[in-house]
Antibody, heavy 128, light 111 residues
């Protein structure tokens, strides 16, 4: 059974750096084809993809947020960390991590096909 | 503005069917067989309902079905039930540089 859970600060000040942790179980990021994604949702708004990290340490970022994002993993501890710099009130959102579909499909690699398990999300408010 | 276009709302009475659409381009929805749909109830995390255009994960009722025509994907909920009232988001693979696109979401109301 795959489970994921996000943790981190609930309140950050503008210009500060946000660090969120995703702790998961039921799979290993050391295993071929595994990946974890980050998605956020501002209040009343749509889902917005942020980043993906894979078993081989390859990473993909949303082009619009790439300058501000860093994603890393500690496979041995079953956790993934998302760092977002220069936080702004517009970054107020619920941040989710999710288990990515297996990378290999029909003999080819695809960075994303679907997110099959999601964490409960963590609300981060950016305010002074 | 989301990369994939969804109509903001849809509704139907219990037992009826409702179809919601998701329009992309020939570089995402129309090219890759990797359209997925997520259901999100208020205050809850999204839940995968359809993947790879037409496939249902284990445990998802067969009242939910997916399809695609050209650059537009669709999710149909047949035999609407009160528990189907939720927001629904489509998503598509869009290539290695920007792999994940989401739609703006459709709020489904059961009348």
């Amino acid at each position: 059974q795959i489970t994921l859970k996000e943790s981190g600060p609930t309140l950050v000040k503008p210009t500060q750096t946000l660090t969120l942790t995703c702790t998961f179980s039921g799979f290993s990021l050391s295993n071929n084809g595994e990946g974890v994604g980050w998605i956020r949702q501002s209040p009343g708004k749509a889902l917005e993809w942020l980043a993906l990290i894979y078993w081989d340490d390859d990473k993909r970022y949303s082009p619009s947020l790439k300058p501000r994002l860093t994603v890393t993993k500690v496979a041995s501890k079953n956790l993934v960390v998302l760092i977002m710099t220069d936080m702004d009130p517009a970054d107020t959102a619920t941040y989710y991590c999710a288990h990515n579909s297996p990378y290999y499909y029909n003999g080819r690699g695809y960075y994303y096909r679907y997110f099959d398990y999601w964490g409960q999300g963590t609300l981060v408010t950016v305010s002074s | 503005q989301s990369a994939l276009t969804q109509t903001p709302s849809a509704s139907g009475s219990p037992g009826q069917s409702v179809t919601i659409s998701c329009t992309g381009t020939s570089s995402d929805v129309g090219y890759y067989d990797f359209v997925s749909w997520y259901q999100q109830r208020p205050g809850k995390a999204p839940k995968l309902m359809i993947y790879e255009v037409t496939k249902r994960p284990s445990g998802v009722p067969n009242r939910f079905s997916g399809s695609r025509s050209g650059n537009t994907a669709s999710l149909t909920v047949s035999g609407l039930q009160a528990e189907d009232e939720a927001d629904y988001y489509c998503s598509s693979y869009a290539g290695s540089n920007n792999p994940v696109l989401f739609g703006g979401g459709t709020k489904v109301t059961v009348l």
